[in-house]
């Protein structure tokens, strides 16, 4: 599976000793791109269970979708 997903970011986030979460005593890094608190883990890759491994999803207020096609503006400009 892949998926969609937007982020602002625009250069490295570095860590430090107070990321460290108290209770568990570590740090988990968003790697589905859904986190509302990337680029933390924040639970929020519960919603990719069940998604396809042929399948491309986009995630938009709440709903999870496949994503049927992707136009470049190269293939816009031939129509
Ligand atoms: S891995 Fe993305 S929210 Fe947990």
């Known amino acids: 599976m892949t998926r969609l997903v937007e982020?602002?970011?625009?250069?490295?986030c570095k860590l430090d000793t107070s990321?460290?979460?108290?209770?568990?005593g570590d740090v988990a890094v968003c790697r589905c791109g859904l986190s509302e608190s990337f680029p933390?883990?924040?639970g929020?890759?519960?919603r990719t269970d069940?998604?396809?491994d042929d399948e491309t999803?986009?995630?938009?207020e709440g709903r999870r979708e496949v994503?049927?096609?992707v136009v470049t503006s190269?293939?816009?400009d031939e129509e």
């Open 7 to 12: 982020l602002e970011g625009t250069g490295p």
């Open 19 to 24: 990321d460290i979460d108290d209770e568990k």
């Open 40 to 42: 933390f883990c924040d």
């Open 44 to 46: 929020s890759h519960r």
């Open 50 to 52: 069940g998604e396809s």
């Open 57 to 60: 999803y986009v995630y938009e």
């Open 67 to 69: 994503l049927e096609r």
């Open 74 to 76: 190269d293939e816009l």
